[in-house]
Structures are given as C-alpha cells and as structure tokens.
C-alpha cells in the first residue's frame, strides 16, 4: 500500500525546490509530491525529469501536482489533482490504469465525488491555516476532518485519504484517530533543523 507520509515539496527556484527534495528523501520520505505552481513548463519537464531520477534512485513515489501532460511525459508514478484541474476520467484515460491519480476534496460532497470517480487516493484539507497555497479552501480542523471520516468509514467503499494543511508533528496522534490513512505536509518538514528525526517520528505515529 502507499506510504503513510507524504511530502509536498516547496521552492521558489528550481534550486530550492531541488535542495528540499533531496533533503526529504535523504531523511527518509519515500512519497514526494511536486508542487511548482508559478514554473514555466519547459521549467517543470525538466525538474519533473529531474525529479524523477531522485525518486527512483530512492524507491520513493513521484507524484506531480497538475500537469497531466508532463507527467505522462516524464513517465511520473503519478498526478494530483485539484477540483478545478483536469477530470480524474481525463487523467485516467491520458496516463492509463497503472498510475497512480489523487484528488484534493475540502468537503464530504468532494470526497463522496472523488470516490465514485474511481481516484486512488484523496488529499484532505486544509486542516488549518497554511501559507503555501493561494485561494485557501474553507479550513476543517480536526472537527471537520473527524466528522467527514465519520461518514466516509460508514460507506461501502474506501481509499486512502491523506490531511493536508499545516499538519505539524504534534497533530498527528489526533489526526490519526479520526480514521484517516496518512498526511500530506510540506512546511514541516521544509523548515525543519533535523528532518531525519521528524520523519522517524512522523512514521512512528503514523504507523502505530
């Protein structure tokens, strides 16, 4: 199954956004999303391709934010999509059956939508205030994300489901109970001194 722990990157260069990669998957995140939201897409192919070579050597998953085209392109393990992005169906017929397709969702109706799309798995959120993305969907908190699961594990069908949205370490514990699979950070990690020992203690909640 999926790693439980995924990692968003951030950057405002090619640079930085290469650094903060490299730094994850050196302390041991093994799911690396790439965000790159103000990227040219010449600019993005070839981190994508870049990117890709990184996550290989390590045996991580590649996901690219968006991008169908370029993720096909760069043979990614995958693609996330936003709402107001391309359709999973789209995506899907694009990229073919064994990649992996994700969907962000904000509400029960989203996640009901994103499940009978037939996505893989669902990014959750926010789960509070976070400043690396514009146009911040209506914030859920833990209360949200408890009573959304609440109905999803109530359904027939279910898929992972990652939080997403200035998750810190100490989240993670009451996170976990309300049911959902796994969370999505990226300034946490990011910014933090010793990455190593977070993501150990990231996992270890995560998989208790």
């Known amino acids: 199954m999926y790693p439980r722990l995924q990692y968003i990157s951030q950057g405002r260069t090619v640079q930085e956004q290469t650094e903060n990669i490299q730094s994850a998957l050196d302390a041991g995140c093994r799911w690396i999303q790439l965000r790159f939201k103000n990227a040219m897409n010449d600019e993005l192919s070839d981190l994508a391709v870049q990117v890709k070579k990184m996550c290989s ?6 996901i690219l934010n968006d991008h169908v085209d370029i ?19 789209d995506a899907r017929s694009i990229l073919g059956e064994n990649k992996i397709i994700g969907g962000t969702a904000n509400t029960i109706s989203d996640v009901m939508m994103r499940i009978s799309e037939n996505c893989d798995y669902i990014g959750l959120g926010p789960f509070r205030f976070t400043p690396t993305k514009e146009k911040l969907s209506p914030i859920l908190g833990l209360d949200g994300i408890a009573l959304i699961m609440k109905k999803v594990l109530s359904g027939e069908k279910q898929i992972p ?4 949205g200035g998750i810190i370490l100490n989240d993670v514990p009451e996170i976990m109970n309300t049911g959902i699979y796994g969370v999505a950070i990226s300034s946490e990690i990011t910014a933090h001194p010793n990455q190593k020992e977070l993501i150990q203690n990231l996992n270890l909640l995560l998989y208790e």
């Open 71 to 89: 993720a096909k392109r760069t043979d990614a393990d995958g693609v996330h999509l936003g709402l107001l992005d391309t359709s999973i169906a």
């Open 57 to 62: 050597a390590y045996r991580a998953t590649f």
């Open 161 to 164: 489901i990652y939080v997403v």
